[in-house]
């Protein structure tokens, strides 16, 4: 297994490993327009776990002041999923970006457990802006490192 940069040409695969949690009932050709057009997918960079040279998970990690990151879109391809693919690259991504972060935080659209188990915890509730979507931090990088303000600058990626 080996972790790189997307490329252009990962784009299309990368954004249909999400298809059917985030289409919201969009048809394809229309759900790949929208992520291609994505303001927020522009402002940071895609990564890509291959296997077998094959491209089977991604995320996208966002850059913000104050050495914090944000992790988003993991996703792993439907027909590739429950291989660990989408854990080996958070882990791989975490690994890298705590060495230099001040803070690296996420929004778990799903069952926070799978976060939770990889190190992150949810941002106390007043601090919450969305019922179904759970802001969550690095815990590893320690408490004196989570601030309330840095929360309202890693909100602006969604």
Request: aromatic residues 14%.
């Amino acid at each position: 297994m080996r972790v790189r940069k997307a490329v252009e040409s990962d784009l299309l695969d990368i954004y249909m490993m999400g298809y059917d949690v985030w289409a919201e009932g969009a048809q394809e050709q229309d759900y790949l327009e929208q992520c291609s057009l994505s303001s927020k997918y522009k402002r940071g960079c895609w990564w890509v776990l291959e296997h077998d040279s094959e491209v089977v998970s991604s995320l996208i990690i966002y850059t913000f002041p104050d050495k914090c990151f944000g992790i988003g879109s993991l996703a792993t391809s439907l027909e590739r999923r429950k291989n660990e693919y989408a854990t080996n690259l958070l882990k791989y991504m975490v690994d890298n970006l705590k060495t230099d972060a001040n803070g690296v935080f996420l929004y778990s659209d799903l069952d926070t457990s799978f976060y939770e188990k990889h190190g992150f915890e949810e941002i106390p509730e007043e601090l919450q802006l969305y019922k179904e979507s759970r802001c969550m931090y690095l815990r590893e990088l320690g408490p004196h490192t989570f601030r309330e303000d840095i929360p309202l600058v890693i909100q602006e990626y969604f």
